[in-house]
């Protein structure tokens, strides 16, 4: 068989580094987000079937989660790979980071931090003082309005101007009394982010610049200058310290940055260079508005500075929010990146060329042409155009209220336009590269209010040149002519097989000692279109950890006070993982699964429960809901007509169901088929049974209801609830991908997306010109060249995917709920990789948490077929595109009673534990194993229960698949026939 040609599963994201390139390449790979200036998101490698992580980079420690407020440091954009491989990627700590791609230099682990460059942030307000005015007793303010008075300077051995070739004059101070006061200005309060910049020659050193309080060390700040030790000063003491080399003339700058005003991010550079500092101790720099400024003194300590100092700038940076703009390479190797108001431009070995300042955040990622002209979008409202050297070439400013606020990423057309659109507005500017002139401009406002829809990521532009765009308060996707800006065709994408209801009933993660719960412990707000549970019934509540899927409610019930059932429902489907709980009373109890009632009319209800008495799956209507109590219901029971009379459903076995119901059919009767497993188990017509609703109106789910206050016969897991008909395929892919079913062909629908939705990704084009989207509501669609839609597909419980397609058209989707789906061109599921699950799962206390957090951002594809993906957890993830000496592939990841080492794989592995408790439990002397006349114990069965646990919760050793108490033959059976299965959807081949 086949089945070494299997895929991927668990693929943990991240950005990676990929292998090492020529160093003399400066075309980049992936120059800026989505790949190309087009942004169509299409790699030219094809990336990774079996997933596993390379290595993680942090930005910064782990977060205290949940307790702990922490420096946002996540890195909230695309990275982008050079021409030598590589990876960069700008932060929200204000870094711009440079990964070695490989093992470069000889021996530098993978993932290694090359370098980081400080954004400085721009200059809210500048005081300069040149000092250069060679005579008299005031240094006079460039900037500012503060001049200085020099004291002391007259005394015969003091101090006093000299000439000088570079800065025409400076001041020479004496180490005994001399200083310079700036009359007024008492430095820049708090821990405002600031930077200090002036030119000295010492001889003897000490202080070159104080604020703050003369009495107390807590309420200043200064720099210091000893030897060849420059240091940073607050608190009384020495914060940081940096190594600096004597020269004629030395340029020291120290930068206290934006959103980093601890002494560890301090920055210091000396003639324009990075120096290492070292953070002696970690106090906030902090300083009080009580004195005047000094330059050359010290009133704290007394302390003088000797030696020359010239052209002094103090500069207060504007506090900005964390917001960091994508990196983008230009074709000479040059990155491009926006911090706050500004864009910058970084050397690849990490230096400075300049900065262009603006009035607004930058949000996108800059665009280049091969000219190396700059174009970016500032929320000031106006679109720039910068030289390559920094100088300003034009700009545009987008009509609407507070200039436009562009927030998107620029594209290229093939043409050279620039295409951009504002925030508060629906059109779309076609701008002539060498003058900003409009070529065109497509207005998509339509019937609705002029900024009802806006622009909020880039469009994507095809290789035909056709411009793809979603905006904003707007369900369609438009394809736009690059000629003239007329609309080819717009698509409506809010139609969606509608997944009602979603209810994973795995609280079990949150708690390890699996208590009792109360009616509080399992409540969530409504997202989306899912309704979630809003209160938990207090019947001894009961979590169990031997699930399919993780976790499952084995007493208890959950409702939803307020489900509103959508109109005109002509079906609807239930599927559960469900099983039977030891120890029940054997007579007339049933097991709810999932059942609802309207609350105006409590006599239209449907349900779907168990009975035990015969085992059988029925669908009841009318009566009270969940009561057997009531005489008068009428019900359908679908029974397995291959095991007709037989117990079928009475063993510990995990049984995945699907029960669906077509109604209203023109003979008058509804239509029912039950599949058990992914198999056909049952189905009929019955005339008995109601229509289902045809009206919004507020009905009461319940998901595992009561019995006459006696608790429930199942246990139940993953429990959803559709609005349609599943098929067979489509059961599968549910029930062994946790994903949801694949939609070919479904008709445009007609809704409205939720208030203040935003698409903040792009889509993506594939290689045949199918495009990708998703309209924000966890649904990805694929829209064919002409318009139609191809097919839907629910991916994750969270919205906001960002995408990526390799040229073999698969599709990687990175999800905000911390997975990298693997989809393929038919919309199909290959696997999935959850980094929540890489991530701390103990809380500070050493108590369990829920979960890890991840939220994934721009899947990229390395020269290799690599991956790396943002976080923005503080981390950047790399998977390979090798087998991690995994030697199968697999199509999705199997439920983890199968999959013991949860690696996606169906193989002898998974056979360990069954190998391991059948030796156990064969060996008489093994005091683990015996039976206890128990009534699941055979006297002659030679593998026996496993003692010391208890029944009730933990009932099973992890090799007794088929729960039945005992390690054998079956549970073999159970791995091959998954095997088989697996190799079947794989191949096709039976």
């Not at 106090?283 to 030696?307: C, H, K, M, N, R």
């Not at 900003?436 to 609705?448: A, F, N, P, V, Y």
Request: glycine share 10%; charged share 20%; proline share 7%.
């Amino acid at each position: 068989m086949n089945y070494k040609t299997g895929l991927i599963s668990f693929l943990f994201i991240c950005i990676l580094l990929s292998c090492p390139l020529p160093a003399e390449s400066q075309t980049p790979y992936w120059a800026t987000q989505g790949g190309s200036m087009q942004r169509t998101g299409l790699a030219e490698t094809s990336g990774p079937i079996i997933g596993c992580i390379k290595w993680r980079f942090d930005t910064a420690p782990e977060p205290e989660w949940p307790d702990t407020i922490y420096a946002p440091a996540g890195i909230t954009s695309s990275v982008t790979i050079g021409g030598d491989g590589t990876v960069y990627f700008s932060c929200e700590d204000g870094y711009l980071y440079a990964l070695y791609p490989d093992t470069q230099p000889e021996g530098t682990p993978d993932g290694q931090l090359k370098w980081k460059h400080r954004f400085h942030g721009v200059a809210k307000n500048t005081w300069h003082w040149p000092m250069n005015e060679g005579q008299g007793d005031t240094v006079y303010a460039a900037a500012g309005d503060y001049n200085g008075s020099l004291h002391y300077f007259g005394d015969p051995n003091g101090g006093q101007w000299v000439e000088d070739a570079t800065f025409g004059h400076a001041l020479s101070f004496d180490g005994i009394n001399d200083c310079v006061r700036i009359d007024g200005f008492k430095g820049i309060g708090g821990s405002t982010p600031r930077h200090i910049s002036f030119n000295v020659k010492q001889s003897g050193g000490g202080p070159v610049l104080f604020w703050g309080s003369e009495q107390d060390p807590s309420g200043r700040w200064a720099i210091y200058l000893l030897g060849n030790d420059i240091q940073v000063r607050c608190y009384g003491q020495v914060t940081a310290t940096g190594q600096i080399a004597p020269e004629e003339w030395t340029r020291i700058e120290v930068v206290l940055p934006p959103m980093g005003f601890r002494a560890s991010d301090t920055l210091i550079y000396v003639n324009g260079n990075l120096i290492p500092i070292n953070a002696i101790n970690d106090l906030w720099i902090d300083s009080d508005l009580e004195s005047d400024v000094y330059i050359g003194y010290d009133p704290l300590t007394g302390a003088y500075f000797q030696g020359l100092i010239a052209d002094m700038e103090i500069e207060e940076l504007e506090p900005v929010s964390g917001i960091a703009g994508g990196a983008t390479i230009g074709p000479d190797g040059t990155i491009y990146a926006g911090w706050g108001s500004a864009l910058y431009a970084i050397n690849p070995d990490g230096s400075q060329q300049w900065q262009y300042d603006t009035d607004g955040f930058l949000a996108g990622c800059a665009a280049v042409s091969d000219a190396g002209r700059v174009f970016f979008g500032s929320a000031d409202g106006n679109i720039y155009a910068v030289n390559s050297d920094g100088s300003h070439a034009w700009d545009f400013n987008v009509p609407g209220p507070v200039g436009g606020s562009v927030i998107l990423s620029p594209s290229l057309g093939m043409d050279g336009s620039v295409y951009a659109g504002g925030l508060y507005n629906a059109i779309l500017y076609a701008l002539d590269p060498n003058d900003g002139s409009i070529r065109w401009e497509c207005d998509l406002t339509g019937d609705d209010e002029p900024d009802s829809k806006s622009f909020t990521v880039a469009p994507v532009v095809a290789s035909d040149g056709t411009i793809y765009a979603v905006l904003t308060g707007d369900t369609r996707l438009y394809a736009i002519n690059p000629t003239d800006g007329s609309i080819n065709w717009a698509t409506d994408l809010s139609h969606k097989p509608e997944l009602l209801g979603y209810w994973k009933l795995n609280n079990w993660k949150i708690r390890d000692d699996y208590p009792e719960c109360d009616d509080t412990s399992f409540t969530s707000s409504d997202a989306g279109p899912y309704k979630w549970l809003t209160s938990l019934t207090t019947y001894n509540s009961r979590w169990r950890s031997d699930t399919p899927l993780g976790g499952g409610l084995m007493y208890g019930s959950g409702q939803v006070d307020s489900f509103v059932w959508p109109a005109n429902t002509t079906a609807w489907t239930v599927t559960a993982w469900f099983r039977i709980r030891e120890y029940y009373s054997y007579s007339s109890t049933i097991g709810n699964v999932l059942g609802w009632e309207l609350k105006d009319d409590p006599s239209k209800e449907w349900a779907v429960y168990f009975d035990v008495s015969p085992a059988s799956l029925e669908m009841r209507t009318l009566g009270f809901l969940g009561t057997f109590s009531c005489p008068s219901f009428s019900h359908t029971q679908l029974k397995n007509p291959y095991s007709s009379g037989t117990n079928h459903f009475v063993d510990p076995t995990w049984h995945h169901i699907a029960v669906m119901i077509a109604a209203d059919r023109e003979d008058g009767t509804s239509y029912g088929v039950v599949y058990v497993d992914g198999q056909l188990y049952s189905e009929g017509t019955a005339s008995s049974l109601p229509p289902i609703y045809n009206e919004d109106k507020d009905a009461k789910l319940i998901v595992h209801g009561f019995v006459n206050n006696e608790a429930s016969a199942i246990t139940l897991d993953d429990t959803r609830l559709y609005r349609a008909v599943l098929n067979q395929e489509q059961i599968r892919e549910i029930m062994h991908a946790e994903i949801g079913p694949t939609w070919p062909d479904p008709e445009p629908g007609t809704g409205q997306p939720d208030e203040d939705r935003y698409f903040w990704s792009e889509p993506a084009i594939g290689p045949d010109g199918t495009i990708y989207a998703e309209l924000g509501d966890s649904y990805l669609r694929a829209i064919r060249p002409d318009g139609t839609i191809k097919w839907i597909k629910w991916i994750s419980e969270e919205p906001g995917h960002t995408i990526t397609v390799t040229p073999n058209n698969r599709i990687y989707a990175a999800s905000a709920d911390g997975r990298l789906i693997l989809l393929d061109a038919d919309g199909k599921f290959f696997t999935r990789l959850d980094t929540k699950w890489l991530t701390r799962n103990i809380a500070p206390d050493g108590t369990p948490r829920a979960d890890g957090q991840s939220e994934l951002l721009f899947p990229t594809i390395a020269p290799d077929g690599s991956i790396y993906v943002s976080d923005i957890y503080n981390r950047l993830w790399a998977v390979p595109d090798d087998t991690c000496e995994q030697q199968e592939p697999k199509m999705f990841c199997w439920p983890p009673l199968i999959d013991s080492n949860r690696d996606c794989l169906v193989n002898l592995i998974d056979m360990a534990p069954i190998a391991k408790w059948w030796m156990a439990c064969t060996d008489p002397d093994d005091y683990r194993c015996f039976c206890e006349d128990r009534p699941y114990c055979p006297e002659d069965s030679p593998w026996t229960y496993i003692e010391g646990l208890d029944r009730d919760i933990f009932p099973y050793v992890s090799g007794d698949l088929n729960r039945d108490h005992f390690v054998n033959l079956e549970d073999l059976a159970i791995i091959i026939d998954n095997w088989l299965f697996g190799h079947w959807l794989y191949t096709g081949q039976k």
